[in-house]
């Protein structure tokens, strides 16, 4: 199967096609995971909001976000703006919560030249190839997902920047509608923790698909060196992210490394090029980020 599917444009225009062919276009996301649109006349921020539009008129928030992004307009945001030698690991977009998009739409603004992949890695072949051991305690023990959020300064991003508040009363009552964990820390820090299953079914195909984030979040999967220097200035409590199993006893470590192998062995990569516009279902598909150099601008909405 390719993936992502290949649709080269013709003499019409984006949305047209979309309009044209929307039943062909819900079966093929479902079928394949994600939807590479190649050679439509999209150059701008606005052209991709109305492309995205056209698909679904209602996009999301990245509320309850832990990576760093610049909000381009109201649902429009940049992608992750890491360090562009820094590989951003294979994930499902927001697994760590029990809120999550299930359509994620990216649009390549400026083409990099050198690396900036956005590699993708089929969920449904991931559970297949995962120790079937691994699965049953992921499954019965589910994880419990914490983040440290600053109140202004340190590492990670703040409170107000994640959920897009500016006062704790707002912060709170945001938490509190969706049902999800917190407490303030006495250095200022605002806490949550969620407990998710990490094996979910497709709501279309029935098919069983690992939706997990626990070898990205937990500390393992920091350089040696970071992780090393993280400890010589906060408690482990602290970090920005970690993950544990439920009953918060610790995730072995050689589990999270078969993850890790298996979803690397997934990994496919295509070239952006300038006006690329994917669309990825959310629950089938992971995604990342190679390192680049030079100059490198996609976008990214959800709905």
Partial sequence: MLFPYLIQATDENFQDFVKKNRDFISHKIIETG???FRGYELFSAEDFQQAVVSIQ?????????????NKINDKIYTSTSYPPEETISMHHEKSFSNIFPRFIYFFCEIEPQIGGETPLADGREVFKKIPPGIIEKFSSRKLKYIMNMNNGEGIGRSWKEVLEVNTTTEAETLLDRLNIKYKWKENGY?????VVN????HPETG???FFSQADQWHPSNLKSEVLEAMKEVLQEDDFYHNCRYADDTEIESDDLEAIRAVVRNERVFFKWKKGDFLMVDNLIAMHGRSPFEGE???LVAMS
């Fill in 296 to 298: 490198r601008r996609i």
């Fill in 207 to 209: 098919e069983k698909i």
């Fill in 198 to 201: 990490p094996i979910i079914v």
């Fill in 190 to 194: 605002l806490q949550t923790e969620e």
């Fill in 57 to 69: 008129p209602k996009l999301l928030n990245y509320i309850g976000g832990d990576s760093p992004r």
């Fill in 34 to 36: 994600a939807l590479l």
